[in-house]
């Protein structure tokens, strides 16, 4: 197999220009910056030399970051994987705006959301402009293989959850899934809202248990008097 010629500077070089910018500098730069984040990005390039494609793109990775304005972080939800496919995340989790397709997870949060699962807008930027922060437990997957890269970013992961939970007591974290919920002991200044993963209502004949997460987060904003998010 031919190696392809990827300049790891260049895209470490953009990845900086693109955290500069963003209201997440301060707590982002200081990890991508080190020599942990350059073992995943060696561990990525390795395993495209190997023939192993990952989703999202990489510049890609980070947008759950970038359309979350920091100063107005209000709530974190947490999931699993990107979507495994190939050309469907666009690293926002759960979004899914790259293509028409609504994918099942998705679906299952619009439904629990709306009553019912078509006819809504895939790009779940809305959210994270109103201080959302959509991410997964591994910010890359290799095509088709769930769960293939969670130890990649298992430090990154930490590192982040640790970071907020730190910085911004009190953010709401809405864990979803098993894998999820097992951050929850790095969060002990945070309020924890938790449900089952959307993607097991596939094997609940399509019933999602919400666990009424999104009234939930909306109620303790109020409570807070802080503006509640616009889920719909």
Same mark, same amino acid.
């Given at each position: 197999m031919k190696k392809i010629e990827i300049d790891t500077d260049l895209l470490k070089s953009d990845l900086n220009d693109n955290i500069k910018n963003s209201s997440w500098s301060n707590i982002l730069l200081p990890y991508i910056n080190s020599e942990a984040f350059d073992k995943i990005i060696n561990t990525l390039v390795n395993n495209v030399n190997e023939g192993k494609r990952f989703t999202p793109k990489f510049k890609d990775i980070f947008n759950g970051f970038y359309e979350c304005p920091y100063e107005d972080l209000k709530v974190v939800i947490v999931g699993q994987d990107p979507y495994p496919?190939?050309?469907?995340?666009? *690293?926002?989790?759960?979004?899914?705006?790259?293509? *028409?397709?609504?994918?099942?997870?998705?679906?299952?949060?619009?439904?629990?959301?709306?009553?019912?699962?078509?006819?809504?807008n895939n790009d779940l930027r809305r959210w994270s402009n109103q201080g959302v922060l959509l991410i997964n437990t591994a910010f890359t997957c290799e095509i088709?293989?769930?769960?293939?890269?969670? %130890?990649?970013?298992?430090?990154?992961?930490?590192?982040?959850?640790?970071?907020?939970?730190?910085?911004?007591?009190?953010?709401?974290?809405?864990?979803?899934?098993?894998?999820?919920?097992?951050?929850?002991?790095?969060?002990?200044?945070?309020?924890?809202?938790?449900?089952?993963?959307?993607?097991?209502?596939?094997? /609940?004949?399509?019933?999602?248990? %919400?666990?009424?997460?999104?009234?939930?987060?909306?109620?303790?904003?109020?409570?807070?008097?802080? /503006?509640?998010?616009?889920?719909?």
């Open positions: 496919q190939l050309g469907v995340a666009d *690293g926002i989790a759960f979004s899914c705006s790259k293509k *028409g397709k609504t994918e099942k997870s998705l679906q299952y949060i619009f439904k629990s959301l709306y009553g019912k699962h078509e006819g809504y088709n293989k769930i769960g293939s890269h969670y %130890s990649i970013w298992k430090m990154f992961t930490e590192y982040i959850f640790s970071s907020i939970n730190k910085y911004n007591p009190n953010t709401i974290f809405i864990l979803m899934g098993k894998k999820a919920e097992s951050w929850q002991t790095l969060l002990p200044n945070c309020t924890i809202l938790k449900c089952a993963h959307p993607a097991s209502a596939a094997y /609940r004949g399509g019933l999602w248990d %919400s666990n009424d997460v999104f009234n939930k987060a909306n109620k303790i904003l109020v409570d807070k008097s802080e /503006r509640i998010i616009q889920w719909w």
